[in-house]
């Protein structure tokens, strides 16, 4: 249990009873104001992801090189739009405006400029994963996208299998099982482009902007909140554990496309406390 942050009494009880295996469904009565904060958090991060996510996509269903390749974009747009509407349900049952959110947020803002890396920062008032802010500008952009961003979601993803909040737990098994789809159509487009050798080096190159802003989603591993989500049953593993699988597996495919991974190097994390709801 974490010892950075020091927890009242009933939070320590709240601690031990989910440990002992407490849940919580949208209408108990004793949900307490401490996990509700936090809960609306991580939900309110997903859904907006999820929205921002499917508004990237959507331009590469008319760029996709082929036919086939068009419809399956447009899969993953209506795949990840459903997601966020599933997300979205979730928080109007925990009495959220998720109609009023989205006419006042601009999820499909993205950043003009290519090679800016914004670390952890946050660019507008919405809750996405801040990698949502960068333009998926390539072809190559997008195949990136599938290979490492929707991985590294569903690794986040596998965490909530046995979620403390069971609406939650029940919704991520349909999510999960699309994302992995997702993922597989990244791997596949990852060893077509690692053949060629140009479109490989391009490949190269976009993986080396790509790899330190997926690497920055899951945080500081020396976070507050890491334990603390774990404490609530909302995750399993801290964001540096879920991260050392994610980078393990994304080493071995690289090695056996020819690619290089660029070091990274973790960024001093502002604290920012989750928003109140």
Not at 83 to 107: F, M
Request: aromatic fraction near 12%; include cysteine; charged fraction near 30%.
């Amino acid at each position: 249990m974490t010892t950075a942050h020091s927890y009242s009494p009933d939070e320590l009880q709240l601690f031990k009873d989910i440990k002992n295996g407490k849940t919580f469904e949208a209408d108990s009565a004793d949900m307490p104001a401490f996990y509700r904060k936090h809960l609306l958090n991580l939900l309110w991060m997903q859904g907006d992801s999820e929205y921002s996510g499917a508004l990237g996509y959507m331009p590469y269903i008319e760029k996709a090189p082929t036919l086939q390749e068009k419809v399956l974009v447009a899969q993953m747009v209506k795949d990840e739009m459903r997601h966020a509407s599933v997300i979205y349900r979730l928080l109007e049952e925990l009495g959220q405006n998720t109609a009023e959110h989205i006419s006042k947020v601009d999820l499909g803002y993205k950043l003009e400029e290519d090679q800016i890396n914004i670390g952890f920062k946050r660019l507008k008032d919405d809750y996405r994963v801040n990698i949502f802010y960068y333009d998926i500008k390539y072809w190559t952009d997008y195949i990136l996208f599938n290979f490492l961003m929707d991985r590294a979601a569903g690794h986040q993803l596998q965490d909530t299998f046995n979620s403390s909040y069971i609406p939650w737990k029940k919704a991520i098994e349909g999510i999960y099982k699309e994302e992995v789809m997702h993922l597989a159509h990244g791997d596949k487009w990852v060893r077509i482009l690692s053949k060629d050798p140009e479109q490989k080096k391009f490949l190269q190159e976009r993986l080396n902007l790509w790899w330190p802003r997926v690497m920055n989603i899951f945080g500081s591993t020396q976070g507050a909140s890491n334990d603390l989500y774990v404490n609530l049953g909302l995750k399993q593993r801290t964001n540096g554990e879920i991260r050392t699988v994610f980078v393990k597996e994304i080493e071995e495919m690289c090695a056996e496309a020819g690619l290089v991974l660029p070091v990274y190097k973790e960024e001093e994390q502002p604290k920012r406390e989750p928003k109140n709801h």
